[in-house]
């Protein structure tokens, strides 16, 4: 069955760069979320996205910005990288259904970002 | 969402059942319980979920006290490639999932 794709896998910045994540639900999924997984840390909620209009925020860094495409790809722009944004960052997507607390969602392989 | 309290580590013997326990306290009465599991290397992967009754998949089972303050997460029959962290997750009527602190399963062969 397919899966979430993120690209890329490994992504190496400097300092003050900027860089952007890209991420395939699985088709027919409508939501789209991001989440930052830090060393030793659990996965912390950044944001999703519902047929395209952004549905949830969680602790996003104004620094990043993220959207969804008609396609319903979505991708992660982060600028200005700080030493501390180095981290897993992770894709995942569900199916249309009633939405919210009963969603299933499914994981990408994420993408792990390391910023020099 | 509710917070939950999860042991920080459990160790089982492969072919053996593994009870999970989770206890979240504040649950409110439109939250549903989901339980997702990250193996090493992993993105989270979607173990079960339930509301009020025991609810059963290829998976596992979840057990869900009276009082909806706890619940357990059940594998019948532990593999070593259920080594993972398991995380019990109260969510409301919003679309994240907050993941506090799992608990780590190691299965020993």
């Known amino acids: 069955a397919a899966g979430v794709i993120q690209s890329p896998r490994h992504l190496i910045k400097e300092k003050r760069e900027t860089a952007t994540l890209k991420c395939y639900p699985i088709?027919?999924?409508?939501?789209v979320y991001w989440y930052q997984q830090g060393p030793g840390q659990d996965p912390q909620f950044l944001i999703s996205f519902y047929e395209k209009m952004q549905s949830d925020k969680g602790s996003i860094p104004d620094r990043f910005s993220a959207q969804q495409f008609s396609d319903y790809h979505s991708e992660l722009n982060m600028s200005s990288l700080e030493l501390g944004d180095s981290a897993l960052y992770f894709c995942?997507?569900?199916?249309?259904?009633?939405?919210?607390?009963?969603?299933?969602?499914?994981f990408g392989p994420g993408t792990r970002l390391t910023v020099l | 969402d509710a917070k939950t309290t999860q042991p920080n580590s459990m160790e089982s013997n492969e072919e053996e059942p593994v009870h999970l326990p989770c206890n979240h306290s504040t649950i409110s009465g439109t939250d549903y319980i989901h339980w997702y599991r990250q193996l090493p290397s992993q993105g989270p992967e979607y173990v079960i979920h339930?509301?009020?009754s025991n609810v059963n998949n290829r998976m596992a089972s979840l057990a869900i006290a009276e009082d909806r303050k706890s619940s357990t997460l059940i594998l019948h029959r532990a593999t070593l490639r259920d080594a993972a962290v398991y995380y019990c997750i109260c969510r409301g009527s919003n679309y994240k999932l907050t993941f506090g602190k799992g608990t780590l399963l190691t299965v020993n062969p």
């Open positions: 339930g509301l009020t």
């Open positions: 995942a997507s569900s199916p249309p259904g009633f939405g919210g607390h009963t969603d299933t969602q499914y």
């Open positions: 088709p027919r999924h409508d939501t």
